[in-house]
C-alpha cells in the first residue's frame, strides 16, 4: 500500500491536470443545489447518481493518471455510496395506510407514506422519495 504522502501526492497531481473538471463539477453542484432551493426533488435514485458522478470521474482519472490504488478506493466508494431504489417489504402481514411513519432498512431513514399504488408505496425520506414494493390487500 502507498504511503499517506504519496496517496495525497497523486490526488494533487490529479487536482491539478485536471483542474478545469474540477471548476466544471463545482458548477454542477452549485447548479444542483440551486435547483434544490427552486423546489426541485429527483428521485433518491437519480440524487445519487447526480452526487456520485464527480467521485466516479476522479476514480476514472485516478486509473488513467497511474494511480490504480485511489482508483480503486474512489470506485469502491462510489459503489457503496448508492442504495437500492427499491425497497422491498419483508413480511407479508403488513398493510401501508397513508401518513404512517416507517423504516427503511437499506436507506438506515425513518420516512412517511404518502402514496399508495397497486403494489407499492411512495415514501417520503426528507426531501427524497423512494418507491417500495409492497403486497396491499
Same mark, same amino acid.
Not at 38 to 58: F, H, K, Y
Not at 80 to 91: C, L, R
Not at 118 to 132: D, E, F, K, P
Given at each position: 500500500?502507498? =504511503?499517506?504522502? !504519496?496517496?495525497?501526492?497523486?490526488?494533487?497531481?490529479?487536482?491539478?491536470?485536471?483542474?478545469?473538471?474540477?471548476? /466544471?463539477?463545482?458548477?454542477?453542484?452549485?447548479? *444542483?443545489?440551486?435547483?434544490?432551493?427552486?423546489?426541485?426533488?429527483?428521485?433518491?435514485?437519480? /440524487?445519487?447518481?447526480?452526487?456520485?458522478?464527480?467521485?466516479? =470521474?476522479? /476514480?476514472? *482519472?485516478?486509473?488513467?493518471?497511474?494511480?490504480?490504488? #485511489?482508483?480503486?478506493?474512489?470506485? /469502491? #466508494?462510489?459503489?457503496?455510496?448508492?442504495?437500492?431504489?427499491?425497497? !422491498?417489504?419483508?413480511?407479508?402481514?403488513?398493510?401501508?395506510?397513508?401518513?404512517?411513519?416507517?423504516?427503511?432498512?437499506?436507506?438506515?431513514?425513518?420516512?412517511?407514506?404518502?402514496?399508495?399504488?397497486?403494489? =407499492?408505496?411512495?415514501?417520503?425520506?426528507? !426531501?427524497?422519495?423512494?418507491?417500495? #414494493?409492497?403486497?396491499? !390487500?
Amino acid at each position: 500500500m502507498p =504511503s499517506p504522502e !504519496t496517496i495525497l501526492a497523486g490526488l494533487a497531481a490529479i487536482a491539478n491536470d485536471w483542474r478545469w473538471l474540477a471548476m /466544471a463539477w463545482h458548477v454542477w453542484v452549485a447548479v *444542483l443545489l440551486g435547483l434544490l432551493v427552486g423546489g426541485w426533488r429527483p428521485s433518491v435514485r437519480t /440524487a445519487w447518481r447526480l452526487l456520485i458522478a464527480p467521485l466516479i =470521474s476522479v /476514480a476514472v *482519472l485516478a486509473w488513467r493518471s497511474g494511480n490504480p490504488f #485511489n482508483g480503486a478506493t474512489l470506485a /469502491a #466508494n462510489a459503489q457503496e455510496t448508492v442504495p437500492n431504489e427499491v425497497e !422491498t417489504v419483508v413480511e407479508n402481514t403488513w398493510t401501508p395506510k397513508l401518513g404512517e411513519t416507517v423504516w427503511l432498512a437499506k436507506l438506515n431513514a425513518e420516512g412517511t407514506v404518502t402514496e399508495l399504488e397497486q403494489n =407499492s408505496a411512495t415514501i417520503q425520506v426528507g !426531501t427524497l422519495r423512494v418507491r417500495a #414494493n409492497v403486497p396491499l !390487500t
